[in-house]
């Protein structure tokens, strides 16, 4: 069988059967395509060229960044990407994968996709990064936004380079953009007294039940992030310390129950925090599947949890409705984690404040102290600089 100069793989047919290539570097060895249309085999051959890492510069030159990157991250996994970070043990949450995919399709392909791999250069990728605009009002998205835009974009051209289809990342060079973040508002105390108010049956009435009243007081008393306090059981309740203890958590995107807590490679491997009297009366109230198994879910097995956007529209209907406030979309979950630290950060020490809040580290975005917070902070130094100055 003759081969043109420059072809990569051929196909052939028998009746009955799916499409079968072989390649330039083994012209003997006939494979399944799997595909039973001739234009789908040929994508299909071409992928794996991708994926062999066998193309040459001719093949590269034809190549646009949208066949590329085109599902990159969804669950057809066509690059084979998650599957190589799992085995790596690098697992990301369906909700990490789904927004890199929107990334793909609503700021890379639609601006960069018909552009040929070779021919993204820094200056295309450096002018195309810093003008991301958000495509529902065209406003200019937040620099935080614009470098996680960024960097999904370098992962698909490291891979790319993995495949022997580049020599090198563009986007390792390109200027930084200035990373400032939005402040993150916190509940205030006014705010507090109405949602979770003395009487317990007054605050179940608000939270529709007694696992809502729970699931909500838990977040006020650790600061516990959304999954971390859906994966509460039994076995994490010590009563006689009125405290909790957890090393895994719920997907939020999936439901999912994980044996980690960890959102990164960063972060303590656990999670402590204390309850109040509220949530311990709440605990004995709940129905007794639920009080000797897991909190939040149906039956107290460890699936069928309560869903994270269920809880997050009733949060937001509380505020609206209840509260009365008119900024209620700007609050999320994970704002009872801003506030619990603003809170203790004044009262506690900064190695206590960081094991109650799972992280390594200071988070200075976490920290919304008010001025007469940051003054009580440094108050045992007041005499001293009033008696110098």
Known sequence: MAWKNGELFKLKKQNG????ACFIWDKYHWISTHEMDENLAIKWAENFIIMQGKGDRRFETSLTLHEFAKDFFSKSDPKGYRKRMKLLGKEYSEKYYSVRNSHINNYIIPVLGKIKLTDLSIIIIENWYIDLRNKKNNEQLSSGSKMHILKTLSIIIDEAIRLNLLPYNPCDKVERINVTYKTKKIFTQEMYDIMFPDNIFSMISIWDDVKTALYFSIAKD????AGEIL?????NWYE????????????????????????SKKGCSERIGFLSDRSIALINMLPENNRNGYFFSK???????????????????????????????????HNFRHTFMTRIK?????EIMLKLMGHTSYRREYDHSS???RLHEVESAREIVRSIV
């Open 17 to 20: 059967r799916c499409w079968q």
């Open 222 to 225: 650790t600061g516990w992030r």
């Open 231 to 235: 994966a509460l059981n039994r076995s």
């Open 240 to 263: 006689n310390e009125s405290g909790i203890y957890s090393t895994v958590s719920v997907s939020t995107g999936t439901g999912e129950l994980k044996n980690t807590v960890k959102t």
């Open 299 to 333: 039956n107290g097995e460890g699936f069928d949890f309560l869903r994270y956007y269920t809880l997050l529209f009733k949060m937001r209907r509380v505020l609206r409705d209840i509260v009365r406030i008119e900024d209620w979309y700007d609050y999320g979950i």
């Open 346 to 350: 004044s009262e506690v020490s900064t």
């Open 371 to 373: 001025a007469t917070q």
